[in-house]
């Protein structure tokens, strides 16, 4: 009877996780449904003509508007190639940087306060700079994203790398573990679950950034897009396109949560 009972609880749990699985992505549509209920409301009481603000319908117009010549397709490719690019460097530079930092408490103690200074330094400030030392080109674009997504990156694997017990390390000296193998087998492991948690906020910073940049140097991308039917008045396109900024991000990060609990699987204390 016992074990008929065990059988059968697990079978209630199984079915559970199973159906908990199938109903995660109708949440995540769930989720959409003031926005898509906004938007129908938008739609019905707005004015045909509105200057300012035009009704949903219009919006797809300037989608064809816009694509007819390619030019939405090459902003969008410049600004997801800055964006992709940006991060993976700012992704190496974290994690190397901070490991480094977060292992020497020497240098925690030389690098701590230059680090929180440029850490809050407003982007906006850096873009003036950075054009005098690049000028307008894309690698404008690359310097000020890394500037700004590498350190929630950096700070993190640092502040992991730092608190890693000591007995871990100990136990290295004693098997005669390489400095390679040392950071492969213990300190990458115990430093990634807050690197993902730097990486998750960094996303949107990058994000920001590259339109940001785009919109005050008029760099070829989606926010040079926005600003430029914003002076001439095209508001559909305005609407358009913030919405395409929007579905970006939004599917960057559901992108990135399966990577993050794919990659947390080997961590079931921390997800617990």
Known sequence: MRSCATIRMCGARMSRAYAQ?????????????????GLLLWQ??????????????????????????GRLRTALLSTLGTFAL??????????????LIGRSRLARRALGPLLEF????????????AVLLLGYSQNLKLLNVVWV????????????????DQLLLDVCRTFHLSPLDRLRKVIA??????????????????IIITLLVEMMTGLPGIGSMIVTSQRQFRSAEVYGLLVLVGLLGFLINIGFNAVERRILRRWPPLER
């Open 189 to 206: 492991p115990a430093v990634v679950p807050d690197f993902l948690i730097g990486v998750r906020v960094a996303i949107p910073l990058a």
């Open 118 to 129: 440029c850490r809050g330094l407003p982007p906006p400030v850096l873009v003036p700079v």
């Open 86 to 99: 940006g991060l993976l460097a700012s992704i190496a530079i974290g994690f190397l940087g901070g490991i």
């Open 149 to 164: 997504a590498c350190w929630p990156i950096l700070l993190n694997t640092s502040s992991a790398a730092s608190r890693i």
């Open 21 to 37: 699985k199938l109903l995660s992505p109708l949440r995540t549509i769930q989720g959409l449904l003031p926005l898509a209920l």
């Open 44 to 69: 019905i009481l707005a004015a045909p003509n509105s200057p300012y603000f035009p009704p949903p319908s219009t919006w797809w117009d300037s989608y064809w508007h816009l694509a007819a010549g």
